[in-house]
């Protein structure tokens, strides 16, 4: 029961699916639900690459790739997106960390926020172009859970930036070792349903990036904050679509 409590609040948390479910939550349940993460991107997925397939038969491969991505962010409500700029906002103002953590805290949208979303979803088009041509299906399928794996690779592997409250303190309080080993079973097994062995290859590799990303992304702040666990999501899909690329297209 607890299981299904914490994945219908992260689908609640992490999509814009309407779930009119009142769950009796606490902060615990935010961070160790954490661990199922991969499975709220594998439903991502399937609408992604469903809506990827039903495009392709109508539009061309160029205007279908708009579409899909266009898809992910009102199913996902650009959650990470926000996320992403508001991370790269703050780090690349060169200030001192108390200010970072204050410009990243701000709603204002400030040039690098803007100049990393146009990048990114520039980038994701592109590669979404190429998938789709392939008819590569099972990787629209995939891609937000290699998004997923950075959130909670990301909570598990970080202290809190913040000294006072802040969106991410749950997730990274309570999601671990324990919940990051959960969701590395997860993974795995999605990836390797769709992939073979192959998948578990680019499955490790998804995990050693978000790794990396939340390590570098957090070194001028001594951790991370729900904004950089946003960052490392969509930096982790980006980084799967061009390794997705390279296994296929060279």
């Known amino acids: 029961m607890i299981f299904l409590k914490r994945f219908l609040l992260l689908l609640q948390f992490m999509t814009t699916i309407p779930i009119s479910v009142n769950l009796d939550a606490d ?41 899909i991505v266009i898809t992910y962010i009102l199913l996902t409500g650009g959650i990470h997106l926000d996320g992403l700029g508001d991370t790269f906002d703050g780090i690349f103002s060169n200030r001192p960390k108390e ?3 204050e410009i990243m805290r701000d709603s204002r949208v400030g040039t690098y926020a803007v100049l990393v979303t146009f990048c990114i979803l520039g980038l994701n088009v592109v590669l979404v172009y190429f998938m789709i041509s392939a008819h590569m299906y099972f990787t629209l ?19 809190y930036a913040r000294s006072g409250p802040g969106l ?3 997730f990274i309080d309570y999601c671990g070792i324990k ?21 578990i290859f680019i499955c490790i590799c998804m995990f050693l990036s978000a790794t990396i990303l939340v390590k570098l992304l957090g070194r001028k702040i001594g951790g991370a904050t729900g904004d950089v ?6 930096l982790n899909q980006t980084i799967f679509l061009m390794i997705s690329y390279l296994l296929v297209f060279r």
């Open 27 to 67: 902060e615990e349940d935010f961070g160790k639900g954490l661990a199922l993460a991969p499975l709220i991107g594998l439903m991502i997925g399937v609408v992604i690459a469903g809506a990827g397939y039903v495009l392709n038969m109508f539009f061309a491969p160029a205007i279908s790739a708009v579409l």
């Open 99 to 101: 200010r970072i953590l």
């Open 141 to 159: 399928l995939l891609m937000p859970v290699a998004g997923r794996i950075g959130s909670v690779t990301g909570a598990a592997l970080s202290e």
């Open 168 to 170: 991410g303190k749950s």
């Open 179 to 199: 919940e990051m080993i959960i969701a590395v079973i997860i993974s795995i097994i999605t990836f390797f349903s769709f992939r073979g062995f192959n998948g």
């Open 229 to 234: 666990l946003g960052a490392v999501c969509e």
